[in-house]
């Protein structure tokens, strides 16, 4: 898509950020000149080369090597404007709606370094390119990501904009907004057969979390983030992932804590472990530039094991305000965060990655069959 010739010397932005000459491309069909602006004022120019539109949303990194597909189709990621710092992407194509995490991709902009415009995979069905047109989702390609990251990790995650020749957006930071209402399900639904009944407090969930917990024989009922389950006939609760800021969710909050009243088991997965966290009285803050890729390595308390997890969180649990009657079960081996909570004598259960691992590692399956044990 992007034809190199000669290149030319780097020019540089205001801030100092080295970005390519406007000369060192020749433009193939379907691409325009687009640029990335940052909250900070830098800009990073490169081209579009899919849905030609400017949007605005928050700027976060995700540092996997492959899994792309499922990614931008995480509801966590609503909100984002997505960088990848794994240079080469679009290589397997993409697969049929049935491998998503959701019904579309959540995010509301893509910054890559190339797009790979030759795949081949057995179960892939279109181009990365096509689908993000067809869902009129804009890609920024030809970025020096890893900068960008290295920025992002200097500087935090910031309010960033991709913005077509010509047309620009005012910032907006999308964490002020309700994510959750807007990704969660309006109604309640049901899948599996299985003789036990769980809730799922759908806030945003992966498809592949309702998939693990029918697996293992268990009918799921499937709520919105919002509704009031706590009379609900079901052995135990799950409460999903989803995006933005977890003290927006006054309502979810409200109803764990009835639902930690009756002692039902209760298992929380990413933005559940934090609602866990507010719900039992502890309070949650913003990481610097959060945990987005597969390789996160998490120490399980009292032992010396590691596993590798898959993460989507830019919010954490405040450790030092967490009730005595709780404890810290794992934690990040890189920067000592909590990475998952859970009651000392009531069934109650949280960490703060995925699982379910699509896409990532399988290190931490387990965890689901230790909450059915709980059922």
């Given at each position: 898509?992007?034809?190199?010739?000669?290149i030319p010397?780097a020019?540089?932005?205001?801030q100092?950020t080295a970005?390519p000459s406007?000369?060192?491309f020749?433009?193939?069909?379907?691409?325009?000149?687009?640029c990335?602006?940052?909250?900070?004022?830098?800009?990073?120019?490169g081209?579009?080369?899919?849905?030609h539109?400017?949007?605005c949303?928050e700027?976060v990194f995700?540092?996997?090597?492959m899994g792309?597909?499922?990614?931008?189709?995480?509801?966590?990621?609503?909100g984002?404007v997505?960088?990848?710092t794994?240079?080469?992407?679009?290589?397997?194509?993409?697969?049929a709606?049935?491998?998503?995490?959701?019904?579309?991709?959540?995010?509301r902009?893509?910054?890559?370094?190339?797009?790979?415009?030759?795949?081949s995979?057995?179960?892939?069905?279109?181009s990365?390119s096509?689908?993000?047109a067809s869902?009129?989702?804009p890609?920024?390609?030809?970025?020096?990501t890893?900068a960008?990251?290295?920025r992002?990790?200097?500087?935090g995650v910031?309010?960033g904009?991709?913005?077509?020749?010509?047309?620009?957006?005012?910032?907006?930071?999308?964490?002020?907004?309700?994510?959750?209402?807007?990704?969660?399900?309006?109604?309640?639904?049901t899948?599996g057969?299985g003789?036990?009944?769980?809730?799922?407090?759908d806030?945003g969930?992966?498809?592949?979390i309702a998939?693990?917990?029918v697996?293992r024989?268990?009918t799921?009922?499937?709520v919105?983030?919002?509704y009031?389950?706590?009379r609900m006939?079901?052995?135990?609760?799950?409460?999903?992932n989803?995006?933005g800021d977890?003290?927006?969710?006054?309502a979810?909050i409200?109803?764990?804590?009835?639902?930690l009243?009756?002692?039902?088991p209760v298992?929380?997965?990413?933005?559940?472990s934090?609602l866990?966290?507010?719900?039992a009285?502890?309070?949650?803050?913003?990481?610097?530039?959060?945990h987005?890729?597969?390789?996160q390595p998490?120490?399980?308390?009292?032992?010396?094991?590691c596993v590798?997890?898959?993460q989507?969180?830019?919010?954490?649990?405040r450790?030092?305000?967490l009730?005595?009657d709780?404890?810290?079960?794992f934690?990040?081996?890189?920067d000592?965060?909590v990475?998952g909570?859970?009651?000392?004598?009531?069934?109650?259960?949280?960490?703060?990655?995925?699982p379910?691992a699509?896409?990532?590692?399988?290190d931490?399956?387990?965890?689901?069959d230790e909450f059915?044990?709980?059922?």
């Open positions: 898509m992007v034809i190199r010739r000669h010397p020019v540089r932005s205001s100092g970005i406007q000369g060192e020749f433009l193939s069909p379907g691409t325009t000149r687009a990335l602006r940052l909250a900070d004022g830098s800009m990073w120019h081209l579009s080369c899919a849905a539109a400017s949007v949303g700027v995700n540092t996997g090597m792309y597909v499922e990614t931008l189709t995480d509801p966590s990621y609503a984002q997505l960088v990848f794994y240079p080469l992407i679009g290589n397997y194509g993409v697969p709606r049935g491998a998503w995490e959701s019904n579309k991709i959540q995010v902009g893509v910054v890559i370094t190339h797009l790979s415009s030759a795949w995979h057995w179960q892939g069905k279109q990365f096509a689908w993000l869902q009129r989702i890609c920024l390609t030809a970025i020096d890893r960008l990251t290295l992002l990790r200097a500087h910031m309010v904009a991709i913005e077509q020749d010509g047309i620009s957006v005012t910032l907006h930071n999308p964490n002020e907004e309700h994510l959750v209402a807007a990704v969660s399900p309006k109604k309640v639904t899948v057969r003789n036990t009944r769980v809730i799922l407090v806030c969930a992966k498809e592949h998939r693990a917990l697996a024989g268990l799921v009922v499937r919105p983030f919002d009031d389950y706590t006939h079901a052995a135990g609760v799950v409460v999903s989803g995006p977890p003290a927006q969710c006054a979810t409200a109803i764990l804590k009835k639902n009243a009756r002692r039902r298992f929380g997965i990413c933005l559940g934090q866990m966290g507010l719900a009285g502890g309070a949650t803050y913003k990481l610097p530039y959060g987005r890729g597969q390789n998490c120490v399980q308390s009292g032992t010396r094991r590798l997890t898959s989507n969180h830019g919010y954490a649990v450790e030092k305000i009730p005595r709780w404890r810290v079960s934690r990040n081996a890189n000592g965060t990475e909570i859970a009651h000392r004598t009531s069934p109650f259960f949280s960490v703060q990655f995925h379910e699509h896409p990532g590692p399988n931490t399956n387990y965890l689901f059915v044990k709980l059922l």
